[in-house]
């Protein structure tokens, strides 16, 4: 494993650990064990807090750092992929299932024998307290900042403030978290 340099971030996760980790899973209660996924993960170098629950379902295929906060949820089928740019999930985050965060994406070349040129990785970052609703995906340069919501089936890249309700394709900002009411969720 490699240190990352400083930045906070952590070590480079070792993605054949996380294959294994896919593997073994698969077999587990889908919501139980999560001692043993904590576990887990944390052999393959990602830095996950003590109390983080994730559903078997869930499959980690990257090489970049990972950091899972306190006291987060990640759902069923949810897919962490991409290449060697970090991911960073929050404290109080819940990742609902089939969200995908991919960090991978190529450079455009139109010239070249395959319009998808040189890959490359640019990191994802979930504030605290976020709630990433079924079915969105988080493209590589996004960061959400904290207590914002991203609506099921959103495609996301780019920065957005605290706070906000994030949705559509693209995904723009909404509203303010803040205007919602507690009826309006129920």
Not at 9 to 25: D, E, K, P, R, T
Not at 50 to 66: M, N
Not at 89 to 108: F, K, Q, S
Not at 119 to 140: E, F, K, Q, V
Request: proline residues 5%; positive net charge; aromatic residues 6%.
């Amino acid at each position: 494993m490699i240190d990352i340099g400083g930045n906070g971030i952590g070590v480079v996760v070792n993605s054949w650990i996380l294959y294994a980790f896919s593997c073994i899973c698969m077999w587990l209660p889908a919501t139980r064990c999560f001692g043993f996924k904590r576990w887990f993960l944390r052999m393959a170098g990602a830095q996950v807090a003590e109390d983080v629950r994730c559903a078997s379902s869930a499959r980690f295929q990257l090489a970049g750092a990972l950091r899972i906060g306190a006291d987060t949820w990640i759902g069923h089928d949810v897919l962490i992929v991409g290449g060697n740019a970090p991911v960073h999930i929050g404290a109080n985050c819940d990742i609902a299932p089939r969200v995908t965060l991919a960090t991978g994406t190529h450079r455009i070349d139109p010239t070249g024998p395959r319009v998808a040129g040189e890959g490359y990785s640019l990191p994802i970052t979930i504030g605290d307290g976020c709630w990433i609703c079924t079915g969105a995906t988080l493209l590589g340069g996004t960061t959400i900042g904290a207590h914002s919501i991203v609506a099921a089936g959103a495609v996301v890249k780019g920065e957005f403030p605290p706070r906000s309700v994030i949705g559509g394709v693209p995904a723009r900002v909404i509203k303010s978290v803040d205007a919602l009411s507690t009826s309006a969720l129920s």
